[in-house]
């Protein structure tokens, strides 16, 4: 079945440095992603939607010069949390979704810790 | 504006005991889809099953079943014969439109705790 490989897996850093998630799509097309956050016993909540080749839909409430977001192909979406504070740990997974009919496709997530 | 809710917050049974989690939702879209995710501890989502909401045909695979009410809003899904491995939280979401890919809303989880 289609593949959402996400990268990393677990990253910790430092208050005010900037953390890279990659999302990619392995064996189709991937002309939407999304990008969602999951604080601890939580459970999932938007956060943009992501269009290649076009900017990304952010959700009420997201900082948009904050969480940023680049879908540069039809294969991989990236979330960039610049200026990381404490408050930004948390658990982020990004789903992506080809045509009509197909199910959401989830990658692995990536748990951030910002210490 | 559309809403999922999954009431109960934690279910513990016993292992070989049936659970059943109940899903409610809102919508003002005629054309929807209703999944279920299972999220065991190590945090990835696993894709149970999608619905449309012209298929209201219950669905059985192996021990899930699923029952899906457009009468009362409602996508339940119950586990038979419960495992320990059926640890885990379970999501229910719903997306709007005729687009299978649209973005999702999930429901809070029911953390289901299966003791042997």
């Known amino acids: 079945g289609a593949v959402v490989s996400q990268h990393p897996s677990r990253v910790i850093c430092k208050s005010g440095t900037s953390v890279k998630i990659e999302c990619r799509s392995l064996?189709?097309?991937?002309?939407?992603m999304f990008w969602y956050r999951q604080f601890p016993k939580q459970s999932l909540m938007l956060m943009a939607t992501?269009?290649?080749?076009?900017?990304?839909?952010?959700e009420q409430g997201v900082e948009k010069d904050k969480f940023l977001i680049n879908h540069a192909s039809l294969t991989l979406s990236t979330l960039t949390v610049t200026s990381a504070h404490p408050e930004d740990s948390s658990f982020y997974i990004c789903?992506?979704?080809?045509?009509?009919?197909?199910?959401?496709?989830f990658g692995n997530g990536t748990r951030l810790t910002v210490t | 504006a559309q809403k999922v809710t999954q009431a109960q917050t934690e279910i513990s049974v016993v292992e070989k005991e049936d659970v059943t989690l109940d899903c409610v939702y809102e919508t003002r879209d005629t054309t929807y889809y209703l999944f279920w995710y299972k999220q065991p501890p190590s945090g990835e989502l696993v894709f149970l099953i999608r619905?449309?909401?012209?298929?209201?045909q219950n669905e059985i695979s192996g021990r899930y079943s699923w029952n899906f009410q457009k009468s009362t809003s409602s996508f339940n899904f119950t586990i038979t014969a419960s495992q320990v491995v059926d640890s885990a939280v379970y999501f229910c979401?719903?997306?709007?439109?005729?687009?299978?890919?649209?973005?999702?809303?999930f429901g809070g989880g029911t953390r289901v705790l299966v003791k042997p």
């Open positions: 619905r449309n909401s012209f298929d209201e």
């Open positions: 992501s269009n290649e080749g076009s900017k990304a839909t952010y």
């Open positions: 789903s992506a979704g080809d045509y009509v009919n197909s199910p959401l496709h």
């Open positions: 979401a719903l997306s709007e439109g005729k687009a299978a890919g649209n973005k999702l809303t």
């Open positions: 064996d189709f097309q991937a002309t939407t």
